[in-house]
Nanobody, 115 residues
Framework: QVQLVESGGGLVQAGGSLTLSCAAS????????MGWYRQTLGKQRELVAT???????NYADSVKGRFTISRDNAKNMVYLQMNSLKPEDTAVYYC?????????WGQGTQVAVSS
């Protein structure tokens, strides 16, 4: 059973930083692509960043230069370092992975950025 558990969300002022963590279990972690999506009320979930098993990263234009995704295969962890946060970054952030043709999601962690 694949499980993803996010942590690290919270309330921060604009311009501040947060680091989100995602702990994976029940997966062949090192072989799976991982990533982060986010969702605000009434909107579709949107891609934030992805990282392949080889460490190749991809970012949404809105976060390029501010967010950094990384992974630690030895610890089965993926991280999202978020700098220069803006109020429009406020959302629930979800960790995901793809394995055997199926996408798995964590429960989400709330990030709120005040102006």
């Amino acid at each position: 059973q694949v499980q993803l558990v996010e942590s690290g969300g919270g309330l921060v002022q604009a311009g501040g930083s947060l680091t989100l963590s995602c702990a994976a279990s029940g997966t062949i972690f090192s072989r799976n692509p991982m990533g982060w999506y986010r969702q605000t009320l009434g909107k579709q979930r949107e891609l934030v960043a992805t990282i392949t098993r080889g460490g190749v990263t991809n970012y949404a234009d809105s976060v390029k230069g501010r967010f950094t995704i990384s992974r630690d295969n030895a610890k089965n962890m993926v991280y999202l370092q978020m700098n220069s946060l803006k109020p429009e970054d406020t959302a629930v952030y979800y960790c995901y992975t793809d394995q055997s043709g199926r996408t798995y999601w964590g429960q989400g962690t709330q990030v709120a950025v005040s102006s």
